[in-house]
């Protein structure tokens, strides 16, 4: 079997590395201009905001998820910042460049691509999560601003973000998805209180958001009112793969290996334990499967294939494994896992404390970006065509 991409994907890999070369390390990598100048010359080069159009900021290449690939591997080797992580750039702009007036493509999409705006999502509220289009919060156009009152809950770096983009009911009237609009709201503004919760992690990443009264130009609605649902729907369709997602789990697997040689039970080595055996073999089962499953969605996308039904089972897969991963941990260290508070103030040895955290972590795969019973209702609908799930009115 021929695993490599062929002789056009690895010329175009030998350039990436020259470049790579060349441009990093700058002299210090923790200096955010030498990063951003990388960036930018990354960019010109077409290697970085390749579905982006130049006159936004981006590169403006032709989908290829191959060479999209082969930057993914080249700039992870060389330890290179991609583009910026922020839900603005993975969310945000192809919903911009699908249904975004000008004014809104050519003000926002440069300035988050350089960092200057950082977004926060403001989707799900108290009474709204799975159920997505059930949400309450509303805005009234008086005169030329939306007016909004409501909540939103779970909103990820709220707290640290200049702008929302937001799901709010405009049309009371209109049957639940037909009655929701896509509005862009600045949230440093009087009328908008963000208050941080705290995990079981002691972190506080997500935020309680409400709004009392605060506005937003009327001319920063995405798309048609009323259709917001449908404009919260488009994703980013080209150059994505799942072919990297792996490579973490494989790490994480190693290290889980290493707990369970150095850990002693019953005086022996816990990795000895028939038990300890049977979990990490079934969990090493998942893991091959999740890589090859991998390979054959990239194939399949390579070649104009929808990617079959892989994409469906990834994160449900993924969010599986992590789980039975940092139950094996937990169990492999015994009581001391009680102790091993991860976070400010923790005590403990401090790999316990790494798996400690892990395990609290992973409980947030099983939620964020859908549920797993969500996913096993997706994976019944529309891989195995089972009848639709009952619903609730
Ligand atoms: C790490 C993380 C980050 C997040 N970031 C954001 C963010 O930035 N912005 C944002 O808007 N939201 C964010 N969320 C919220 C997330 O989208 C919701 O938590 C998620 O959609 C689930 O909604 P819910 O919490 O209301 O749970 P519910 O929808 O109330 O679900 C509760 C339980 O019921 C089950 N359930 C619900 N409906 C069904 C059904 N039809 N069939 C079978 N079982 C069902 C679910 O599987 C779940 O186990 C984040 C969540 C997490 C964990």
């Given at each position: 079997?021929?695993?490599?991409?062929?002789?056009?994907?690895?010329?175009?890999?030998?350039?990436?590395?020259?470049?790579?070369?060349?441009?990093?390390?700058?002299?210090?990598?923790?200096?955010?201009?030498?990063?951003?100048?990388?960036?930018?010359?990354?960019?010109?080069?077409?290697?970085?905001?390749?579905?982006?159009?130049?006159?936004?900021?981006?590169?403006?290449?032709?989908?290829?998820?191959?060479?999209?690939?082969?930057?993914?591997?080249?700039?992870?080797?060389?330890?290179?910042?991609?583009?910026?992580?922020?839900?603005?750039?993975?969310?945000?702009?192809?919903?911009?460049?699908?249904?975004?007036?000008?004014?809104?493509?050519?003000?926002?999409?440069?300035?988050?691509?350089?960092?200057?705006?950082?977004?926060?999502?403001?989707?799900?509220?108290?009474?709204?999560?799975s159920?997505?289009?059930?949400?309450?919060?509303?805005?009234?156009?008086?005169?030329?601003?939306?007016?909004?009152?409501?909540?939103?809950?779970?909103?990820?770096?709220?707290?640290?973000?200049?702008?929302?983009?937001?799901?709010?009911?405009?049309?009371?009237?209109?049957?639940?998805?037909?009655?929701?609009?896509?509005?862009?709201?600045?949230?440093?503004?009087?009328?908008?209180?963000?208050?941080?919760?705290?995990?079981?992690?002691?972190?506080?990443?997500?935020?309680?958001?409400?709004?009392?009264?605060?506005?937003?130009?009327?001319?920063?609605?995405?798309?048609?009112?009323?259709?917001?649902?449908?404009?919260?729907?488009?994703?980013?369709?080209?150059?994505?793969?799942?072919?990297?997602?792996?490579?973490?789990?494989?790490?994480?697997?190693?290290?889980?290996?290493?707990?369970?040689?150095?850990?002693?039970?019953?005086?022996?080595?816990?990795?000895?334990?028939?038990?300890?055996?049977?979990?990490?073999?079934?969990?090493?089962?998942?893991?091959?499967?999740?890589?090859?499953?991998?390979?054959?969605?990239?194939?399949?996308?390579?070649?104009?294939?929808?990617?079959g039904h892989f994409p469906l089972m990834m994160k449900l897969n993924?969010s599986n494994?992590?789980?039975?991963?940092?139950?094996?941990?937990?169990?492999?260290?015994?009581?001391?896992?009680?102790?091993?508070?991860?976070?400010?103030?923790?005590?403990?040895?401090?790999?316990?404390?790494?798996?400690?955290?892990?395990?609290?972590?992973?409980?947030?795969?099983?939620?964020?970006?859908g549920a797993s019973n969500i996913q096993r209702n997706i994976i019944a609908e529309r891989a195995l065509d089972l009848p639709r799930d009952s619903r609730?009115?």
């Amino acid at each position: 079997m021929n695993l490599s991409f062929g002789p056009e994907y690895e010329e175009y890999r030998r350039e990436v590395r020259k470049f790579l070369a060349q441009n990093w390390p700058p002299k210090d990598p923790r200096d955010r201009g030498a990063v951003q100048a990388f960036r930018a010359r990354a960019t010109e080069q077409g290697y970085l905001y390749r579905n982006i159009p130049r006159q936004y900021g981006g590169s403006e290449q032709a989908p290829d998820l191959l060479r999209s690939q082969v930057l993914r591997e080249c700039f992870a080797d060389a330890k290179a910042p991609m583009e910026i992580r922020d839900r603005g750039i993975g969310l945000l702009t192809p919903t911009l460049l699908a249904w975004g007036t000008e004014a809104q493509k050519a003000y926002f999409i440069p300035k988050t691509i350089s960092g200057e705006i950082r977004w926060s999502q403001g989707y799900s509220e108290p009474g709204a999560g799975s159920d997505l289009a059930a949400v309450q919060t509303k805005a009234e156009l008086v005169g030329d601003q939306w007016v909004i009152n409501g909540q939103k809950v779970w909103s990820s770096g709220a707290h640290e973000s200049e702008y929302m983009f937001m799901l709010v009911r405009t049309e009371p009237d209109a049957p639940k998805h037909q009655g929701i609009s896509y509005l862009l709201v600045d949230v440093k503004q009087p009328g908008i209180t963000i208050r941080p919760l705290r995990q079981v992690t002691g972190d506080s990443e997500f935020n309680e958001v409400f709004f009392d009264d605060a506005k937003t130009p009327a001319d920063l609605i995405v798309g048609p009112r009323g259709r917001g649902w449908e404009v919260s729907r488009t994703t980013l369709k080209h150059e994505r793969s799942n072919l990297n997602g792996n490579l973490y789990s494989e790490s994480m697997f190693n290290r889980l290996v290493r707990l369970a040689k150095d850990t002693v039970r019953d005086g022996r080595p816990a990795i000895q334990d028939p038990d300890i055996r049977d979990r990490l073999a079934a969990l090493y089962g998942w893991l091959l499967a999740s890589r090859y499953s991998s390979y054959r969605e990239f194939s399949l996308t390579a070649a104009g294939e929808e990617g079959g039904h892989f994409p469906l089972m990834m994160k449900l897969n993924g969010s599986n494994m992590a789980r039975e991963m940092y139950l094996i941990g937990r169990d492999l260290i015994g009581d001391d896992f009680l102790l091993a508070r991860s976070g400010e103030g923790g005590v403990g040895q401090a790999a316990h404390r790494i798996w400690a955290r892990h395990n609290m972590t992973s409980l947030r795969l099983t939620i964020a970006g859908g549920a797993s019973n969500i996913q096993r209702n997706i994976i019944a609908e529309r891989a195995l065509d089972l009848p639709r799930d009952s619903r609730v009115a």
